[in-house]
């Protein structure tokens, strides 16, 4: 019963169907799915496989687009309940923007939702953010990992030009960065000197836990 309804939601989250995929959200929480399965199994398989079909040319983007505001809402319904739980938190902070020029914010809000329902404490500095300022907000927050997100391949650059920023700081030894985003790559993660690449929201958040060193 409960895959199956784990199915129906997966399916709602694809069709952007709002009040079909938040009924079926509060049905599994309310008949006792753990909200981690909810999540994992539910949502993010959902946007996962969207996010492999839009690469793949079956979608376009204004429907990724509109199943991650139906995923917002449902993570919206599974946070409280995850976080009333037993102690959650993980004692790790973690810095997620979308880097400067680039304005998308899809991938962004769902890692930064995954990591905060994984026990991170998030500071999310949106999007268009420069160099600088991502600098000044890990002088000021001392996270474990930053999340660089970009959509666009112009604004891949200025995933570089963070690590270069956070390099003349001499803050980049205190940090490990991590990128993401539809432009990126893990070959481009390796040319620039970041961390880790995460190809999806997952992903992300596992690369996190290990260079937080807080587990798998």
């Not at 690469?55 to 599974?78: H, N, R, W, Y």
Request: proline fraction near 3%.
């Amino acid at each position: 019963m409960t895959e199956s309804r784990l199915a129906l939601l997966r399916q709602s989250i694809v069709d952007a169907d709002p009040e079909s995929a938040t009924a079926l959200t509060r049905e599994l929480l309310e008949a006792g799915t753990a909200p981690e399965t909810v999540l994992d199994e539910g949502l993010t398989r959902a946007m996962s496989e969207l996010g492999d079909r839009w690469k793949l040319g079956d979608v376009f983007l204004p429907e990724v687009v509109a199943a991650a505001a139906v995923f917002t809402q449902c993570s919206d319904l599974i946070e409280p309940v995850l976080l009333a739980g037993a102690d959650h938190r993980l004692g790790a902070r973690v810095i997620v923007a979308t880097v400067k020029g680039d304005m998308h914010d899809l991938g962004k809000n769902m890692v930064a939702a995954m990591l905060k329902m994984a026990g991170f404490d998030v500071v999310d500095l949106g999007i268009d953010v420069a160099a600088q300022e991502i600098v000044d907000s890990v002088r000021a927050s001392a996270p474990q990992v930053v999340c660089l997100s970009a959509l666009l391949t112009t604004t891949l650059p200025e995933q570089r030009a963070v690590i270069e920023a956070l390099t003349q700081a001499g803050l980049r030894d205190s940090v490990k960065v991590l990128v993401g985003g539809a432009a990126a790559t893990a070959e481009w993660a390796a040319a620039i000197g970041a961390d880790g690449y995460g190809q999806h929201a997952p992903d992300a958040v596992r690369l996190a836990r290990e260079m937080a060193g807080v587990g798998v």
